[in-house]
């Protein structure tokens, strides 16, 4: 993200002498994307980030695709998705290419380690949960609704808290950088006025408490498709200050501005963040087109080198039957789709939607995970004919 950000204690210039109390140095850390010249923070920390004690692997995490390729739409429910479980360690596969995974989560327990993803930007989309998002940077508290982005190698651990319900997260890893789309954004870097959001609605770390404390600290890794396990000898949120491009943020979705106009508006007019070969696009409540002959629900249309996937954060969603809060849809390249029968017509003359979704477009087609057949409707591609002329009936779950 190009905003520059600062917390806790810095020396005056970058590699200077900057000494702990008992003397000795801090221990200078640079992180950032694209080797030296992308988004990057210092961190100073009491401790040398590099005293790791032992290593191992833990397991490979090699996701495995449905071998059923017949071409159609598909929709998953994730209210059929077994409860509990880490909110790093028991992710649910639903899609994945080579640029972009999406998996599902709803779990009930704080990890114990630490984690961080050294392959993958990720984007955390708060279905429902409320806790604090702990990482090297300091704490960041998140809501319902957040789009929590954790640039990749960032250590953090997701400290829920139970006692505001249960935690449910939507997880797109990313392969890219996570940033906003470029076209909100001027040569400064800066979002412009036009943009659906601005800097006000960026939430970042602000409470930065170093830990100063020896001992055995698990830090579970992603990297290489695998899940590896590194023991540092001091607790590894001993940073003191830092300073910088990078670092993890929330944008949370009722702060999307919706751009609306007299007429139906393209689903770009959603779009919240650009990653490399995906996007991803907040609908959020807002009024109709004003157009007296205007018809809201969106136009049949094909998906020419792109895949559709769409989350259905609330049970309301204009164009379409047969799905309820938490559904997935796929909808891949090579078939035309659009409002379900009666939807069009029933769209003319409304003035207001308070449908709330997450859309993910990927530019190469999505494989599904074998994982996501249990939580499968096996007959949603036929929900577009009529149901007096079809045996599809809508799920429950």
Not at 34 to 50: A, D, I, M, N, R
Not at 261 to 288: K, L, N
Request: charged fraction near 25%.
């Amino acid at each position: 993200m190009p905003i520059y950000h600062q917390l806790g204690s810095i020396p005056r210039k970058r590699h200077i002498v900057f000494r702990r109390p008992d003397g000795g140095l801090y221990a200078e850390e640079l992180m950032g994307h694209e080797g030296f010249v992308g988004t990057s923070s210092l961190l100073y920390h009491t401790h040398p980030p590099t005293t790791v004690m032992s290593a191992r692997k833990l397991r490979d995490l090699r996701w495995e695709e449905d071998t059923d390729t017949s071409l159609r739409h598909r929709h998953f429910l994730t209210s059929r998705v077994a409860r509990g479980g880490s909110p790093t360690l028991d992710r649910l596969p639903l899609l994945f290419n080579s640029d972009i995974g999406m998996l599902y989560v709803e779990p009930d327990v704080t990890d114990s380690h630490f984690y961080r993803n050294s392959q993958a930007d990720e984007v955390v989309y708060v279905v429902e949960g409320h806790g604090v998002l702990e990482s090297v940077f300091g704490d960041l508290p998140y809501r319902p609704g957040d789009y929590v982005v954790i640039h990749r190698n960032i250590t953090h651990r997701w400290r829920l808290d139970p006692g505001q319900g249960p935690s449910k997260f939507l997880v797109m890893e990313s392969r890219g950088h996570i940033r906003f789309p470029k076209r909100y954004r001027n040569d400064f870097g800066q979002l412009l006025e036009g943009a659906p959001f601005s800097e006000r609605d960026i939430r970042r770390p602000m409470l930065l408490e170093p830990r100063d404390e020896k001992g055995a600290f698990p830090i579970v890794v992603k990297q290489y498709d695998a899940l590896n396990e590194l023991v540092l000898d001091h607790h590894p949120f001993d940073v003191v200050g830092w300073d910088g491009y990078f670092y993890p943020w929330i944008f949370n979705i009722h702060d999307f501005e919706p751009i609306v106009g007299r007429i139906h508006q393209p689903p770009p007019v959603h779009q919240t963040f650009q990653g490399d070969g995906f996007v991803i696009c907040s609908f959020c409540p807002r009024p109709y087109d004003f157009d007296p002959e205007a018809v809201p629900a969106p136009y049949n249309h094909s998906n020419v080198d792109s895949d559709e996937v769409l989350f259905y954060a609330s049970s309301e969603f204009m164009s379409r039957k047969g799905i309820e809060y938490g559904s997935i849809t796929h909808h891949p390249d090579g078939l035309p789709h659009g409002p379900h029968p009666g939807r069009a017509e029933a769209s003319i003359g409304a003035k207001y939607t308070n449908e709330l979704a997450v859309m993910m477009d990927s530019f190469r087609p999505l494989k599904v995970a074998k994982s996501a057949l249990s939580i499968e409707d096996p007959r949603y591609h036929q929900s577009w004919i009529d149901a007096q002329h079809a045996q599809f009936s809508p799920p429950t779950s």
